[in-house]
């Protein structure tokens, strides 16, 4: 089972179906993007790498990644692929500790690294004199090898690297049919997020189907640039953050664009509030769809299906759209106690999920590992609560679960309500200590551009939505909020900002 093996497949029966793009120009159909592929992996090979040494990719987004990751697994080798946010320290440290033998950088981000082999700019001359080489033979991997080595953000700590097999990363690309969206020849993915992550994993299933894959000519997220391809290119499926999913929503009223030519956007990856899918929806369609994974489950774990998102008439359409939906076909999904006992329908515990895309542990670190897979299942560190319906609800990572007068509070809940007032644009809760209560409720709240934030009126609001010890003791009005690059909310940059004494 080498991942590689459906590139060939698609490579053999129809070589000439359109592959990659830069932008709106093609640069290979299937039967050339498998030929640079399995020349980049002989090189590879006699560059002294050996099946199972790890390849580290500190790019931004490019056409050269796709090639990349396709050549190490064809060369049956493994991939690190790297924010490319990070400093250059940052990255080192990530190759050093996955034991990475050589590195493919850009220049723009990767001056500087030092793999203790080869370090190859994807961008440059040096990487197409690799291509040379005759092209090496499809190698043998078996189900559980390593395939991919995903390291967490670290916003606690140093990361964590995520050992991800062929098994793992097949799995999860075969669900995306049955339970996020099926792909026609036609349809094309376009990487607006980065490769290092989420949005490159959409490389697996997209590849599957022979579609097209379509790397913008920034490199990264512009909305003009995004409505631009869609035009273009057409039937555009990508992968969003909330934070982009609101950008595009932004550029779409304020320009009155076309959507028609976005096929599919797949949300994920930080909370999507109600009044933002609501508005999205409104603004450019049904065209959503919902997934809640994590790099210890890529991508599957549940899903929230287009037909949900539009089915207006259900008596719990509104609870269903602030969930994340119900789990995906290849896995289980509970809600537990602290000893992984499943808890009753409504109630809130941490989310465990089992099955073939769970990760087969952290890599080097056994402590870690067993710590979050215990008798067959991940413990996910998500808060949340199934419906009887089998509807998932998250509330937040356990560790942002605050306690005031020993009752917890989540804060989605009561950013949600905020989130109603028409002066707010974003909203973040915290929990800040209190000799009294333990902790208070903390709102870091971003007004909406031309308007006024009134703390009186967003205390009314919480009144009416929420139970009174639920209700903020404390606004803060900022300009934004600090977030990283996949869009979610450091809430960790938030607690060390109000723990700092005033000046």
């Not at 793992?168 to 349809?187: K, S």
């Not at 287009?306 to 719990?316: F, Q, Y």
Request: net charge neutral.
């Amino acid at each position: 089972m080498n991942l590689a093996q459906t590139l060939a497949r698609i490579a053999r029966a129809d070589p000439r179906r359109p592959a990659l793009y830069e932008g709106d120009q093609l640069r290979s159909d299937y039967g050339r993007l498998a030929d640079r592929v399995a020349r980049l992996a002989a090189a590879l090979l006699a560059g002294g790498l050996e099946r199972g040494d790890r390849v580290a990719i500190f790019m931004r987004n490019h056409p050269s990644y796709l090639e990349v990751l396709y050549a190490a697994w064809w060369a049956g080798l493994a991939v690190v692929p790297v924010n490319a946010k990070l400093h250059v320290r940052e990255a080192q440290w990530i190759l050093d500790h996955a034991q990475a033998r050589w590195a493919f950088v850009t220049a723009d981000v990767g001056a500087g690294l030092a793999a203790p082999d080869r370090t190859i700019d994807a961008a440059g001359p040096e990487y197409e004199t690799l291509l040379a080489a005759s092209p090496a033979p499809l190698a043998g991997r078996a189900p559980d090898d390593l395939a991919w080595l995903f390291y967490t953000s670290g916003t606690t700590g140093k990361p964590k690297g995520v050992m991800l097999t062929h098994r793992n990363l097949m799995t999860m690309g075969l669900a995306y049919f049955v339970d996020v969206d099926p792909i026609e020849p036609g349809d094309a993915i376009v990487y607006g997020a980065p490769m290092s992550h989420g949005a490159g994993l959409y490389a697996v299933p997209h590849v599957m189907a022979g579609a097209r894959h379509v790397v913008p000519a920034s490199g990264g997220f512009d909305p003009a640039e995004l409505f631009e391809l869609a035009h273009r290119v057409g039937r555009l499926t990508m992968f969003a953050a909330p934070t982009i999913v609101r950008r595009l929503v932004d550029h779409a009223e304020s320009t009155g664009a076309d959507c028609g030519g976005f096929k599919t956007i797949v949300y994920g990856g930080a909370p999507m509030y109600v009044a933002d899918i609501e508005r999205a929806i409104r603004v450019m369609g049904q065209r959503f769809v919902q997934i809640y994974g994590q790099g210890e489950s890529p991508m599957v774990i549940t899903a929230l299906a287009r037909s949900h998102l539009a089915d207006t008439g259900h008596p719990r359409h509104v609870q269903r759209l602030a969930s994340v939906g119900v789990a995906q076909t290849p896995v289980a999904v509970r809600v537990a106690g602290a000893d992984g006992t499943p808890l009753p329908a409504g109630e809130v515990g941490e989310v465990l999920v089992r099955g073939d895309t769970v990760m087969a542990g952290y890599w080097r670190d056994a402590q870690a590992s067993a710590a979050a897979l215990r008798d067959g299942w991940l413990f996910t560190g998500d808060m949340g609560s199934l419906d009887d319906d089998g509807f998932l609800t998250l509330k937040d990572r356990s560790k942002d679960v605050l306690i005031s007068g020993g009752s917890n509070i989540y804060p989605r809940e009561v950013e949600e309500v905020l989130l109603l007032a028409p002066a707010v644009a974003e909203a973040a809760v915290i929990g800040a200590p209190d000799p009294e209560w333990g902790e208070i409720v903390v709102a870091f709240v971003v007004p909406r551009p031309g308007m006024q934030i009134v703390t009186a009126e967003l205390d009314a609001l919480c009144l009416e939505h929420i139970g009174r010890f639920k209700r903020p003791k404390r606004y803060e009005i900022v300009a934004s909020l600090p977030k990283n690059n996949y869009g979610k909310v450091l809430k960790r940059a938030l607690r060390e900002q109000i723990a700092r004494p005033a000046q």
